[in-house]
């Protein structure tokens, strides 16, 4: 059996740490940006209490997802144990910082010494991506009445939904693309049927009861860390409105999900200080609030995830050990 350390070596190794390198440099960049000392006068003011509450809110986005990763994994079959699936899940946020989180896909190597086969892992990856899209889609629904100079891009979030529901609403046309795709040979036609048995197996995540509870805790995972945002934004001063709070964090997380940076780095953080200093706030207000409201998201599920990877590896060099 490989082990979860194999899968941590060479190539990958070097993308993680490059990746989360790249991102560490950029919120530096940031802070200086908005100037140091003003970010540290913003992050003083939400104090530790704020801190807190809005990584609780964190904490409940991921909890929430990790149970729609349950769900997806039942749907298809594959019941595996909570705690060592907790692990995992958790394990793909080291990898949130590449480009359109593709490297939370890494879940796959890790499931496969629990039976679970990667076009099962990559169907509920895909399912979990097109949820969040979809519940993050609607969340920008909430304001975008008063900007609508976001219709464009909330518009293109919405193609990529549909584009990905066309493609899984048709057994025939999936049946017909694996069967033309496995009898011919050659690396493009490899890909093509790895592609199309992992559709196959994501049709079954998007039942109608499952798809309606799915979105509903998508809505209510992302929706809380629109809150903490909301209520961040209150702690410093700023004169927002809840739905325009909500507004602003979901454009932002679909301008960071359509761009396929690592982690969303730059899109979102760009429509997010743009937005904020369209309300009134100051540069260095704006810019503090956002590198506060993503270390306490994105950098908080980085950390939680290496912290959970490691687990991983010592796990694995004890097995080891003990063998």
Same mark, same amino acid.
Request: aromatic share 10%; net charge positive; charged share 10%.
């Given at each position: 059996?490989?082990?979860?350390?194999? $899968?941590?070596?060479?190539?990958?190794?070097? /993308?993680?740490?490059?990746?989360?390198?790249?991102?560490?440099?950029?919120?530096?960049? %940031?802070?200086?940006?908005?100037?140091?000392?003003?970010?540290?006068?913003?992050?003083?003011?939400?104090?530790?209490?704020?801190?807190?509450?809005? #990584?609780?809110?964190?904490?409940?986005? $991921?909890? @929430?997802?990790?149970?729609?990763?349950?769900? $997806? #994994?039942?749907?298809?079959?594959?019941?595996? &144990?909570?705690?060592?699936? #907790?692990?995992?899940?958790?394990?793909? =946020?080291? @990898?949130?910082?590449?480009?359109?989180?593709?490297?939370? /896909? %890494?879940?796959? =190597?890790?499931?496969?010494?629990?039976?679970? !086969?990667? !076009?099962?892992?990559?169907? /509920? %990856?895909?399912?979990?991506?097109?949820?969040?899209?979809?519940?993050?889609?609607?969340?920008?629904?909430?304001?975008? /009445?008063?900007?609508?100079?976001?219709?464009?891009?909330?518009?293109?979030?919405?193609?990529?939904?549909?584009?990905?529901?066309?493609?899984?609403?048709?057994?025939?046309?999936?049946?017909?693309?694996?069967?033309?795709?496995?009898?011919?040979?050659?690396?493009?036609?490899?890909?093509?049927?790895?592609?199309?048995?992992?559709?196959?197996?994501?049709?079954?995540?998007? +039942? !109608?009861? #499952?798809?309606?509870?799915?979105?509903?805790?998508?809505?209510?995972?992302?929706?809380?860390?629109?809150?903490? =945002?909301?209520?961040?934004?209150?702690?410093?001063?700023?004169?927002?409105?809840?739905? %325009?709070?909500? =507004?602003?964090?979901?454009?932002?997380?679909?301008?960071?999900?359509?761009?396929?940076?690592?982690?969303?780095?730059?899109?979102?953080?760009?429509?997010?200080?743009?937005? @904020?200093?369209?309300?009134?706030?100051?540069? &260095?207000?704006?810019?503090?609030?956002?590198?506060?409201? +993503?270390? *306490?998201?994105?950098?908080?599920?980085?950390?939680?995830?290496?912290? *959970? @990877?490691?687990?991983?590896?010592?796990?694995?060099?004890?097995?080891?050990?003990?063998?």
């Amino acid at each position: 059996m490989t082990s979860t350390t194999h $899968y941590l070596e060479g190539w990958r190794l070097r /993308a993680l740490i490059f990746s989360i390198v790249v991102a560490t440099a950029s919120y530096l960049a %940031f802070s200086l940006w908005g100037g140091w000392h003003e970010v540290v006068a913003a992050f003083v003011q939400i104090g530790l209490l704020g801190t807190l509450i809005t #990584l609780t809110m964190s904490l409940a986005n $991921y909890s @929430l997802r990790f149970a729609r990763w349950q769900l $997806y #994994l039942l749907q298809l079959g594959r019941r595996v &144990p909570w705690s060592p699936s #907790l692990r995992i899940y958790l394990s793909g =946020f080291a @990898l949130t910082t590449t480009p359109g989180k593709a490297g939370e /896909a %890494f879940r796959g =190597f890790l499931l496969k010494k629990h039976g679970v !086969p990667f !076009p099962t892992t990559f169907a /509920a %990856f895909i399912s979990e991506r097109l949820s969040d899209l979809t519940a993050i889609v609607l969340l920008t629904l909430v304001g975008l /009445a008063q900007y609508p100079e976001a219709h464009g891009l909330v518009l293109a979030g919405v193609a990529g939904i549909g584009v990905v529901l066309v493609c899984l609403s048709s057994q025939t046309l999936l049946d017909r693309l694996h069967h033309s795709a496995s009898t011919r040979r050659g690396k493009l036609m490899g890909l093509l049927t790895h592609v199309s048995e992992m559709l196959i197996c994501a049709r079954h995540c998007h +039942r !109608p009861g #499952l798809l309606v509870m799915a979105t509903a805790i998508s809505i209510i995972a992302w929706g809380a860390e629109a809150m903490a =945002f909301y209520w961040m934004l209150g702690w410093l001063g700023a004169d927002i409105s809840l739905s %325009f709070a909500i =507004f602003v964090y979901a454009l932002s997380m679909l301008a960071g999900a359509l761009s396929f940076l690592p982690g969303g780095l730059g899109g979102a953080e760009a429509v997010m200080i743009s937005l @904020l200093m369209l309300k009134g706030m100051d540069a &260095p207000s704006a810019i503090a609030a956002t590198v506060f409201i +993503r270390l *306490a998201t994105l950098w908080f599920a980085v950390v939680i995830g290496l912290i *959970a @990877l490691l687990s991983s590896r010592h796990e694995d060099t004890s097995a080891k050990e003990a063998a």
